[in-house]
């Protein structure tokens, strides 16, 4: 079980994004469920649908269906917990889609995260540790 971003997704999905054939690896090394939240499905939904259109988020939508992609709804503690960490990094910044990811990685225990985004080198699990981003960050 891995947590998932909303850059993966779209990538995945969209295999003229830059970054299709490196998620697309990665995935095939993953053991299904991919766990997100309800804001990062609306994120990726929201982006595939400008760039794709209906085809591209009925696809992500068949991975919901089929059990591949599990979408957990944060309760009124991990909610709260999202806006505290929105305020802590808001000089990165933190999108409330990044936030909401955090929070279900502290409430699951979770610290490896399926992402693109440079954010997750920067957030903190529970303040202190550090996440383990799938694909590695490339090396500047």
Do not use: N
């Amino acid at each position: 079980m891995i947590l998932t971003d909303t850059g993966p997704f779209v990538a995945i999905m969209d295999r003229g994004d830059p970054h299709h054939a490196r998620c697309a690896e990665a995935l095939r090394a993953l053991t299904p469920p991919l766990v997100t939240t309800l804001p990062v499905l609306t994120e990726a939904m929201h982006l595939l649908g400008r760039r794709q259109g209906w085809r591209a988020q009925q696809a992500l939508a068949g991975l919901v269906r089929s059990g591949k992609v599990e979408v957990v709804t944060l309760v009124q503690p991990e909610l709260l917990r999202a806006f505290d960490l929105m305020d802590r990094y808001q000089d990165t910044p933190m999108s409330f889609a990044d936030a909401s990811l955090v929070a279900l990685a502290e409430h699951l225990g979770l610290r490896q995260v399926f992402t693109l985004d440079s954010g997750f080198c920067v957030f903190r699990f529970h303040g202190r540790g550090a996440f383990h981003l799938v694909p590695a960050p490339k090396r500047a």
